[in-house]
């Protein structure tokens, strides 16, 4: 199984995310990044699939030269081949953007790779949550999609995929090339060991230039919510709390 | 919950271990009204407390820090929230086996049990170890880990019980109220965001968030949060099988400054090799904003590649496991590595209680407690940790940035005794750096001050005088034999001190003579132009220091003291100011320079640029005058710390140059020579037997165990006097003494010199360590050669039977024990001219 896993580089906030003064960004001048956790899975999810039959992992980022941490990571936890998209770092690439770099660096990989079996998506980023780069690449690469995928089951011929809905499973059987939207929960992926670390630091790049396209969507400013205060009612610090929860219980009609 | 409170005695803003113990501590001692804020949520507020490693290596070199300590370790077994695992530290030099002898050392001397182990025998002890990689360990049974959140819960339960104490978490401090005062502004009140509450004093426990809130009320806490890396691996089957959360020591590996401690299934590896990661307390995220909590900041990973490698060496199942959780986790540095505790010097009745680990929190929640209630603590002498010692330059962001950077790494690094700084060198330098420099001065620090230790250009003397140099390396880092050779020099000719980092201060006013008369012990009631040698006591009647007053008018003294004791005497002397204008107080330390001139033809040099009589029967000893010395206006005050005849001369700053030239030029004709400080405050000081602040004299001893009570009581009241009657009255249970050691030679084969670094213990014959019936120990104060005497000398407190003259003891230094001889003890110490006959000369 070759398998490509597309991966993006987001900040980890507390509760409490801040907006840059001039309302463009997110202040990250705290925080830590990590790959979004769909992603993460797909990363993992990947690395199994190649463990139980063969193959290699290629992990994909679009992103500022940062974005090499991320692909670090993907390989102390077992992938295998990286590739970074570079951009300026300057400015948010927009769905189209992104999703034609990938889709121009995908064809270029498969040239002289061979075809990916499978290429996997998070189902949605963790920052923009905007739902359509991985359908946009496979829509353009013209090969099966399916997002909110919860299970794979490799066979000789055929995949098996899980997509979660309500009350039970929509099951999808494909045939290679396909390609995925991972969801959180179809794994828990592992963490990198202190070996896994330390031979990341020598997994070697392949580092491309995307292409200068102009985005049609622009950001113009993020806004903040107003905070939801949630008041909290300590019902007792002792038994005698007991009789109050069970009387909250009754109002809420769980009993 | 109750109600917010509008009014209290006290409020503590910061619910770590540090200021949950001090509330327990303040309830028990019978304070009442208390609040405790905290911003975050409780058990668990989101300071450096929650992600401490909460472990305890109890051995340390120096006993302040040891005697916290182990009183928190008392506090944590006896809430049974200790677990004893014990732990070992190994080495991978050579260097750092010396170390260990030095750990022994101190470990002898504080009685905490400790071996060295041959890699075998840690590798009995810790069967996953790579013994290859290791010389050897140091051993301690006592090591221990202790649930820190759950002794301050308790600790502010026990308050809150006891009906002393409210809690209130959530709550943010923005301001601190002062009122002004007659010397400095008093606090009034703390400012939440649930309302005002009016108080008396106010405690900043808040670690890395200290300086911000300090800057509220217009005070420093000089500390910076910095970065110490730590993460979590595992699962390991070794580990989990053991079904405990502490089977096996805890390891430090001292040369990588990395350690590897059990918690049940996986193991925490924690670093102080990385490089300096300090932040500012802005840059803290609030516990909204933080992924973790505000002082687990995102991990730094480059950062500790070279760790997780240097762990793998010694632990190679390491390498296996998972790194489940890895923080920049935040804890306070302070320019010199102590705590910051005691009332801020910048606002009454303002204090802090801060840059604590967890190892000591418990004992300073004691000890911060017992200085607010009784004026001073009881538990140990906290000079080193005492927040007035450091002086105002060295309070400023780039003094704390920069010292807190360069001595971050040294967390288990070997720091030698008398090891001097390199960052923010040359900030404090007094007038005639110029010419010091000229002659090739090595300069330590003194409290900021650049002070000459001894001079190259004096080099040709250590043939004169035929003095050998050190075998050992470690006995001969940061010392040269020049110092001894100035010191015979100086006895046999003449030498000039720059004592320019002297702290000089002066009080004036119609109540001057009764307040300053209320800060010493001994009568200032001296006549215009004398001066008075004087301890100054705590209310408990133990040293707080020792200092000379010249009384320079009926209603005018001056006050000198030592460099390094400058900010907490001016800190006393300020905070018992009387509550009106009588007094004035100025500190003149920055406006005046003082050189000292000694040595048998002193006078002669002098009098050679002066039309005044320095005869003895003019100018006696004791007194100063005011003398044209070279043309320029001098105090000349004849005294001497050396023991041989001379002054201190003190001129105004701008003046200093022109004074050192003219005596220099003088000098010439008399073979004057610069001296440098190892002469003045150890070789000279050591033969006379005099005694130093911080080293000989600490508030655990009184006047009279270091042989300085006089033989009449003053009738004025004086700080510190009932206890000092009372010491006078019961017969001291320990003198304060001086021996030579006998035979210096050590195993090897050649001669070693003990530091005197506070952490040598004086052994019966039979090798035991010598406790008083105050439960003290006697140890090295001071050490050092005696040039002319051909000694090597040692200052040390020995209980009254084996103070006679004659007694033979030990002496451990570096593991090894050397004999010692008892010389002298009482209040004349002086081997050398006991009879001062030529200092009067």
Partial sequence: MEILVCVKRVPAPGSRINVTQDGLAVDTSNLGFTTSPHEECAVEEAVRIVEEHGGSVTVLTLGSALSEEQLRYAASVGANKFVLVETDGEHDSDAQQTAEAIRETVISLEASHGIFDLILFGNESADSSGYQVGIRVAVSLDRPMVNGIKNIDVGDTQITAHREVDNGYEVYSLKAPAVFGIKEGINLPRYPTMKGRLASKKAEISTISASASVASQQRVRLHRPEEETVETTILGNDATAAVKIADLLEELDLL | ?841
């Fill in chain 2, 1 to 841: 919950m109750s109600e917010f409170p509008n009014k209290a005695r006290c409020v503590v803003i910061g619910a770590g271990i540090v200021g949950n113990c001090l509330v327990g501590h303040l309830s028990d001692m019978g304070w009442d009204d208390i609040v405790l804020l905290d911003k975050g949520p409780l058990p668990n507020p989101g300071g450096s407390t929650g992600h401490a490693s909460n472990f305890i290596f109890p051995c340390d070199h120096s006993k302040e820090i040891v005697d916290l300590t182990l009183d928190s370790q008392r506090q944590y077994e006896a809430m049974g929230l200790q677990n004893t695992c014990g732990g070992i530290e190994v080495a991978r030099s050579e260097e750092r086996m010396e170390e260990f002898k030095r750990r022994m050392t101190s470990a002898a001397c504080w009685g905490i049990p400790s071996r060295l182990l041959s890699p075998a025998e840690v590798k009995e002890l810790v069967p996953f170890i790579s013994e290859d990689v290791i010389l050897g360990g140091f051993y301690t049974p006592s090591v221990s880990a202790v649930d820190s959140l759950e002794t301050g819960t308790q600790m502010r339960k026990k308050a809150q019980e006891a009906g002393n104490l409210q809690v209130f978490a959530n709550t943010e401090v923005l301001d601190i109220d002062t009122v002004p005062g007659l010397n400095k502004p008093k606090v009034a009140g703390v400012v939440t965001d649930k309302g005002r509450i009016a108080c008396e004093t106010v405690v900043v426990a808040c670690g890395v968030w200290s300086p911000r809130i300090a800057e509220m009320a217009g005070a420093t806490i000089p500390l910076t949060p910095a970065v110490h890396q730590m993460a979590d691996v595992g699962p390991f089957d070794v580990l989990v099988e053991t079904n405990e959360e502490l089977a096996y020591p805890i390891v430090r590996d001292m040369d990588t400054f990395c350690y590897e401690r059990q918690t049940a299934g996986s193991m925490e590896v924690g670093s102080y090799a990385h490089r300096p990661i300090l932040h500012r307390v802005d840059e803290i995220p609030s516990n909204d904003e933080a992924a973790l909590s505000p002082t687990e900041m995102p991990f730094t990973a480059d950062d500790f590649d070279q760790q997780m490698e240097e762990a793998i060496e010694l632990m190679e199942f390491l390498g296996d496991g998972e790194i489940k959780y890895a923080i920049n986790g935040l804890l306070s540095l302070t320019p010199d590595a102590n705590p910051v505790l005691g009332p801020t010097v910048e606002v009454e009745n303002f204090w802090s209680a801060a840059a604590v680990w967890v190892k000591e929190g418990p004992g300073v929640g004691r000890l911060v407690a017992e200085w607010m209630t009784h004026g001073y603590p009881h538990l140990t002498d906290p000079h080193g940790a005492d927040i007035a010692r450091f002086y105002p330059q060295e309070r400023n962001v780039h003094h704390i940035e920069a010292r807190s950077a360069e001595h971050f790494n040294k967390t288990y690094g070997i720091v030698h005794p008398r090891e001097q700084w390199a960052s923010r060198r040359d900030i404090t330098v007094g007038p005639v750096k110029s010419r010091t420099d000229a002659l090739g001065a090595f300069y330590f620090e003194a409290g900021g001050w650049e002070r000459p230790h001894w001079y190259e250009t004096n080099q040709d003397l250590i043939a004169k005088y035929g003095i050998k140099d050190r075998e050992h390396e470690w006995d001969r880092r940061w010392w040269s034999p020049i110092s001894d050779a100035e010191h015979l020099h100086m006895r046999d000719n003449v030498g000039i001190v720059d004592l320019s980092a002297f702290q000089i201060f002066e009080v004036s006013g119609p109540g001057a003579l009764a307040y300053i008369d209320h800060m010493v012990v001994n009568n200032c009631d001296v006549k215009v132009g004398g001066s008075i040698y004087t301890p100054v006591l705590n209310p408990s009647g133990g040293f707080r220091s020792d200092l000379t007053i010249l009384r320079l008018a009926l209603d005018r003294f001056r006050i000198i003291t030592g460099a390094f004791d400058g900010g907490r005497d001016e800190y006393w002397f300020r905070h018992n100011l009387p509550g009106n204008e009588t007094v004035q107080f100025e500190n003149r330390t920055n406006a005046m320079c003082t050189l000292g001139v000694w040595g048998p033809k002193a006078a002669s040099v002098l009098s050679s640029i002066t039309e005044s009589s320095l005869e003895q029967q003019d100018f006696s000893y004791g007194s100063y005058q005011s003398v044209l010395l070279g043309g320029v206006p001098t105090e000349m005050f004849r005294v001497s710390y050396v023991g041989d005849a001379g002054f201190e001369i003190y001129t105004g700053m701008q003046h200093g140059a022109a004074l050192w030239d003219a005596i220099v030029e003088a000098g010439e004709s008399f073979e004057l020579r610069p001296v440098g400080a190892a002469v003045y405050g150890t070789s000279g000081r050591l033969e006379k037997g005099y005694r130093l602040m911080g080293a000989e004299l600490e508030n655990e001893y009184n006047p009279v165990e270091a042989g300085l009570a006089r033989t009449k009581i003053k009738a004025a009241d004086f700080i510190g006097k009932a206890a000092y009657v009372e010491a006078r009255e019961e017969a001291p249970c320990a003198r304060l003494c001086v021996l030579s050691v006998s035979d210096l030679t050590c195993e090897a084969g050649y001669e070693r010199y003990p530091m005197g670094s506070g952490n040598e213990p004086i052994l019966s014959l039979s090798g035991e360590r010598i406790v008083d019936t105050k439960g003290r120990v006697s140890r090295v104060t001071t050490a050092g050669s005696a040039p002319s005497l051909d000694k090597f000398l040692i200052l040390a407190y020995l209980p009254i039977e084996f103070c006679d003259v004659g007694t033979e003891l030990k002496v451990l230094y570096q593991n090894e024990a050397y004999p010692v001889t008892v010389e002298a003890s009482g209040s004349n110490l002086a081997l050398f001219d006991t009879e001062g006959a030529r200092m009067k000369a």
